[in-house]
């Protein structure tokens, strides 16, 4: 089991305020790394002390850094990497897009793109880059960037899976698959998770039809989606680059 453990890793995650970023966050600290936190929140102290037991205060760190600040995100990252020399890099960010004051769709979508797949895959790129030679990277995927959305499970509800949203983790995929061809001979691997729904309260009828789709009846929690996030970057998957692992419940198997 020691293959799995992460002692002596510094392992940087964006968007680790965020639900599945929480979740990752407790299994990458319960795994023995030390955690530099990226987010957007002022006080990401507190809120990291408001959820996390004080012993592993002493494994994580908190910056506050935006990934959709793109002109010069290349440079941030690498003098993050001087000050914090890390050894694996989590995209949990899900920069969603700005209201748009023009009430163009088509803008809309184009920015949620935007944001979403440049915020992953240009702070995958600008990582592997600053970790070279050894590293390890592992991006926040999608069922929805594999398989195409069952639209029945939203019937009577006010939910709904934009189009944006599939393209984005979509995209994501393919670039993590282009960057492990393209940094894989400088020792990087680059991974995908991709979750089905994740638990978060969510109410019927939408929770029992969505349900109803998956295999074992439920949705995952988020920390069975950090398990996988901790997989990926820890030797037990030394020999593994350029792959997606569903956390579906069976969704897409079927």
């Given at each position: ?29 319960e795994a023995g790394a030390e955690v530099l936190v990226l987010d957007m929140v002022t006080d990401g102290e507190t809120v990291l002390e ?17 990934v959709t600040e793109f002109p010069g995100l290349n440079g941030r990252i690498a003098d993050l990497w001087a000050r914090y020399p890390f ?168």
């Open positions: 089991m020691q293959m799995f453990r992460l002692e002596g890793r510094r392992i940087v995650i964006a968007g680790g305020l965020g639900r599945v970023g929480r979740g990752a966050l407790a299994c990458l600290l408001s959820f996390l037991d004080s012993r592993c205060m002493e494994q994580v760190a908190y910056e506050r850094l935006s050894d694996g890099w989590v995209n949990c960010a899900y920069p969603a897009a700005s209201e748009d004051e023009s009430g163009c769709p088509e803008t809309s979508w184009l920015e949620a793109v935007q944001r979403h797949v440049g915020a992953s895959c240009l702070c995958s790129e600008a990582a592997a880059e600053a970790m070279a030679p050894g590293g390890s990277i592992v991006s926040l995927g999608s069922v929805y960037g594999v398989i195409g959305p069952d639209f029945s499970i939203y019937n009577g509800t006010d939910k709904f899976t934009p189009s944006a949203y599939s393209a984005a983790k979509g995209a994501i995929l393919s670039h993590a698959r282009w960057l492990a061809s393209r940094y894989g001979s400088k020792g990087i691997r680059v991974n995908v998770v991709c979750p089905g729904g994740v638990q978060n309260n969510q109410t019927e009828p939408f929770l029992g039809q969505y349900n109803a789709k998956t295999l074992l009846g439920r949705m995952a929690t988020a920390r069975e989606v950090g398990a996988a996030v901790v997989f990926f970057l820890s030797d037990a998957a030394g020999c593994t680059t350029g792959e997606f692992l569903m956390i579906d419940g069976g969704m897409s198997c079927v």
